[in-house]
């Protein structure tokens, strides 16, 4: 069965930066693109971009342009979002999403990121 | 962007009954090639989203049949029917048919 995996909750300090990773299981990973999404109490969702898996094409929402940058590793079938220069509105439980023909069918477990100093 | 307006804010109902949540988007997402690119997810406490409803009108696999999508270019409804313990959680609408995508605000939804 289709699974993304996430990694699992970040504590980082203002300024720096965090790595997240997305595994895909359970189905061809170049054969659908995984996006991101930021979910916090008073923004609710927000999607931050996807990433080809196949050619490492990305596209993003205008609002995260040099805040995130998505990566993919096709030998292990996992996908990477880095957040840099971190505040604490980058606080949130960010979720990778798979997206194809039913755009967000599968959803990863969600992964909880801090920024506190 | 698109906006998506959804309401209530949130909603309380006895098992059995039903209920109606609306979602209204500040432009048409009806697409060139005749496709209602609405869609509709249900995130249960401590969960993530799961899909409901694609497309407005067509249930995701595995959806119980008590679910329901309709509207037109620019208003939505969520309908469930004989609502159930297991449906309380936060409702989202979501539109795909422009990037960037966005998502209504959401609507809980709880059990009296």
């Known amino acids: 069965q289709v699974q993304l995996q996430q990694s699992g909750a970040e504590l980082a300090k203002p300024g720096s930066s965090v790595k997240i990773s997305c595994k895909a299981s359970g189905y061809t990973f170049t054969s659908y693109y995984i996006s991101w999404i930021k979910q916090t109490t008073g923004q609710g969702l927000e999607y931050i971009g996807y990433?080809?898996?196949?050619?490492?094409?990305?596209n993003y929402n205008e609002k995260f342009k040099g805040k995130a940058t998505l990566t993919v590793d096709k030998s292990s079938s996992t996908a990477f979002m880095q957040l840099s220069s971190l505040t604490p509105d980058d606080s949130a439980v960010y979720y990778c999403a798979r997206f194809g023909a039913a755009p967000f069918a599968y959803w990863g477990q969600g992964t909880l990121v801090t920024v506190s100093s | 962007d698109i906006v998506l307006t959804q309401a209530p804010l949130s909603v309380s109902v006895t098992p059995g009954e039903s209920a109606s949540i609306s979602c209204r988007s500040s432009k048409s997402l009806l697409s060139s090639k005749g496709i209602t690119s609405l869609y509709w997810y249900l995130q249960k406490p401590g969960k993530s989203p799961q899909l409901l409803i694609y497309?407005?009108?067509n249930l995701a696999s595995g959806v119980p049949d008590r679910f329901s999508g309709s509207g037109s270019e620019t208003d939505f409804t969520l309908k469930i029917s004989k609502v159930e313990t297991e449906d309380v959680g936060v409702y989202y609408c979501?539109?795909?048919?422009?990037?960037?995508?966005?998502f209504g605000s959401g609507t809980k939804l709880e059990i009296k």
């Open positions: 979501a539109q795909f048919l422009e990037y960037p995508f966005t």
């Open positions: 497309r407005m009108s």
């Open positions: 990433i080809n898996t196949g050619s490492g094409g990305t």
